[in-house]
Every structure is written in C-alpha cells, then in structure tokens.
C-alpha cells in the first residue's frame, strides 16, 4: 500500500565503499527525485527524472549515479563513500508540472563511519 | 539562485501557545506548499496556494500568500504536542524540481 517505498530504511558503512538506495512508486507518476536532507535538515535536490528520463543533476558529484530502469522506480548508487556523504536521502515523486504535491519516500539515513 | 529563507529556524512553545512561521523568498514564486516533517519521518503535503494574498484554513493552521507572491506563513492557533516537527515551505515552478524553504523545527512543550 505504500506510495513511494525506499530500501534500506538504515545503512551504515565504511568510508570507500560503494552502495545503493532503491526507491520505488506505485503512484502511476512520471517524476522522481532524490533529495538529500543534511543535519540542519535543509532539503536539497540532487536529481530529477521524468519518465526515465534525466533532467536535473544539480551539481552532484560523480560518485552519486542515479538510474530509472523503468518510471516507476529510481535507484540510487553511491561509490567511494566518504563521511560527508553522511545524511538522510529521500527518494519522492510527482505527476510532474506546476502544482502538484510531492510524495516522499520514508527516507534513508545513511552513515559512513 | 533561488533562495526560499524561512523564520524563525526553531521555535518552543507551550502546549496552547500559538505559532508562526514565516517564508520569503528572494524571486517571485508561482505557488507555494507547505509540508510537514514529524521527527524521525518523512515531508508530508499539507497544502498549495496560487493566488496573490490567498488564505487557507484547515482546522487550527492557516496558511497566507501574500500579495507580492514573495513570502508565505503559516499560523498553528492553540499548539498541540502533535503538532511538533519541522514545516517547510516550497514552490513547485514546473522545472522539474521542488524549492524548499531552510525550515522551522517546532517543539510543543506539555
């Protein structure tokens, strides 16, 4: 029944490794986004995808790769972890276009150690 | 760029104590929305605004826009201890993006 489902929930890891984030909508939505929320809780977005489409990367590091194998899922991979990296990812999606709502993931909170 | 600064950045009240916050940005916005993050959770939509100095109600929040299309508030009459967590606003300008506000992080105290 969950709209927009994100996997793990919780991720801690070492510093220079690699992992993933899947996300998931069952919204019948064409866009997607990942957002990162930092410690003071600022949401900022990393990448916007329409229809499987890329288009927004608002000035991620190369490390980040995001991939949309079909629209209704948005997965994240992040190589060479680093403690910065630190932080909680959500994974939304909307109907795309000018007044509509975004529906959030429950989030990922990541720690590199 | 676009900057959406909201105020104040915490806010403790007292269960029954009103509370405000407030929302500018430094561009004209389309519409605004304001979301509502519970500790621990995820923003939730709570409402939009579209039109130059609309007003919203649901139940003890009201929700402004004002005229200029440039800031936005929102107003809890009587807290209550649900009513804690983070609010933000944001503006969706169909680029593909959603600009949120820095943010106000409320506690309700019992």
């Known amino acids: 029944d969950t709209a927009v489902s994100q996997t793990p929930k919780y991720l801690v890891t070492q510093m220079g490794n690699d992992k993933s984030i899947k996300c998931e909508q069952n919204?019948?939505?064409?866009?997607m986004y990942w957002y990162k929320q930092d410690s003071k809780k600022f949401l900022k977005i990393m990448f916007s995808y329409n229809n499987k489409e890329l288009i927004i990367n608002e000035t991620v590091p190369n490390r980040f790769s995001p991939k949309s194998p079909d629209k209704a899922h948005l997965n994240l991979h992040i190589n060479s972890l680093e403690l910065g990296d630190s932080a909680v990812y959500f994974c939304a999606s909307s109907p795309g276009g000018r007044n509509t709502e975004a529906f959030f993931g429950q989030g990922t909170r990541l720690t590199v150690v | 760029g676009q900057q959406v600064m909201q105020i104040p950045q915490y806010q403790h009240v007292q269960e029954g104590e009103d509370f405000t916050t407030y929302c500018n940005s430094s561009t004209t916005l389309s519409n605004i929305q304001w979301y509502k993050q519970r500790p621990g959770g995820h923003p939730v939509f709570l409402i939009q605004l579209v039109k130059s100095g609309e007003v919203k109600k649901q139940k003890r929040l009201t929700f402004q826009f004002g005229e200029a299309k440039k800031n936005s508030s929102l107003h809890i009459t009587a807290t209550q201890t649900t009513d804690v967590g983070t609010y933000f606003c944001?503006?969706?300008?169909?680029?593909?993006?959603?600009?949120f506000g820095t943010g106000t992080r409320l506690k309700v105290l019992a």
């Open positions: 944001a503006e969706n300008s169909g680029t593909y993006k959603y600009i």
């Open positions: 919204l019948g939505h064409d866009t």
